[in-house]
């Protein structure tokens, strides 16, 4: 099982950026998928995740400001973040379960990270 992670980059208060998740190896359509973040000194925290059936949760820092959705003939999830604040900086990476949860521990299967930097 492999999961990329991408469109991370550094942009300014305000703009907006697409990360992909391009998934392979397994059954996209069977997995809740899910992206968490962490920054730097802190820990590894849920932002939002897709169920198989596209039934969506997001963490309140994230409400109305992000978006997260899935292709699954491309095997693909997205997250749209859209009014980036510095807060946001962080690494984020993509992982998939059987059945979601907002707990980094409960998952196998993980992408290796995209930076989101946002200047102030």
């Known amino acids: 099982v492999q999961l990329q992670a991408s469109g991370g980059g550094l942009v300014q208060t305000g703009d907006s950026l697409r990360l992909s998740c391009a998934a392979s190896?397994?059954?996209?359509?069977?997995?809740?998928m899910v992206w968490f973040r962490q920054a730097p000194g802190k820990e590894r925290e849920f932002v939002a995740a897709i169920t198989r059936s596209a039934g969506r949760n997001y963490a309140d820092f994230v409400k109305g400001r992000f978006t997260i959705s899935r292709d699954n003939a491309k095997n693909t999830m997205y997250l749209q973040m859209n009014r980036l604040k510095p807060e946001d900086t962080a690494v984020y990476y993509c992982?998939?379960?059987?059945?979601?949860?907002?707990?980094?521990?409960?998952?196998?299967?993980w992408g290796q990270g995209t930076q989101v930097t946002v200047s102030s």
């Open positions: 190896g397994l059954t996209f359509s069977r997995y809740d």
């Open positions: 992982a998939a379960g059987l059945s979601w949860t907002s707990r980094p521990v409960s998952y196998d299967y």
